[in-house]
């Protein structure tokens, strides 16, 4: 049985590593046009990008398509690991990881949405701001923005967000599921479990960790005080009935 188990996890591993190097290839292929998609909301006010580094042009001919089809595999990845362990799932369990997976890949979706149609513009009107030109007889700024700086801006914010969105969509559900007297007795396992989820793909910046664990924190609370309210207006109708 072990031997049949790891003969599958090979065979599913290699079958995600030709998926990988297959979108790898394709975003290598069409680097130009996938490039002006990341960098299509600058283009309006700043006419060109530049480069500080003679390896960045490298970096950006490999090292991009390397970092994006990792994310582009990350749906591709879940949905293996889902039929891997699908054969020793019951039926409870069956119903709760598809309902992960489908969540899961919501995520996805809704983070890739959300970056590049409304993180990436709004980054990109505060950005404009700073090319100013009514005090030039004082000093100018010139926003001069490296491309493969830009381009790592949104593959961590893309990263962030997935996160941010995964945490706050965990907790809601297992704070519906479970209740809040188990979410307020134990929620310290979530301050832990978020401190090192952030720990491990935030950038290790205290003030972006900070408001992170914050916001998450803050949600956390608002749920069990709406659990604590639903709860007792059901206990109110409830008594009502029986009186």
């Known amino acids: 049985m072990f ?64 970092l994006f089809s990792l994310i582009i595999c990350i749906p591709f990845f879940l949905v293996q690991l889902f039929f891997f362990i699908l054969p020793g799932l019951v039926v409870n369990e069956f119903k709760v990881l598809s309902f992960y997976l489908l969540i899961c890949i919501f995520i996805y979706l809704f983070s890739f949405y959300f970056v590049f149609f409304i993180f990436l513009p709004f980054l990109n009107t505060f950005f404009s701001g700073f090319s100013w030109h009514t005090y030039e007889m004082f000093y100018s700024i010139n926003n001069e923005i490296k491309i493969l700086s830009l381009i790592f801006l949104i593959f961590y914010s893309f990263i962030c967000f997935f996160n941010f969105f995964s945490c706050v969509l965990f907790i809601f559900f297992y704070s519906i599921f479970v209740g809040y007297k188990f979410s307020y007795m134990h929620r310290r396992y979530f301050y832990i479990f978020v401190i090192c989820l952030v720990s491990f793909f935030l950038p290790p910046d205290f003030y972006n960790q900070f408001f992170f664990i914050f916001f998450i924190s803050i949600f956390l609370e608002i749920l069990i005080f709406l659990n604590l309210f639903l709860f007792f207006i059901i206990e109110g109708l409830n008594n009502i009935k029986v009186m």
């Not at 188990?5 to 290598?28: D, G, P, Q, S």
């Not at 292929?29 to 490039?35: A, G, K, P, S």
């Open 3 to 66: 031997i049949f188990n790891l003969a599958e996890l090979k065979f599913r591993f290699c079958f995600f590593m030709v998926c990988f190097f297959f979108n790898f290839y394709i975003l290598i292929l069409f680097l130009d046009e996938f490039i002006f998609f990341l960098v299509r909301e600058f283009l309006g006010n700043i006419p060109y990008f530049i480069f500080t580094d003679i390896l960045e042009n490298l970096y950006l001919y490999y090292y991009v398509p390397f």
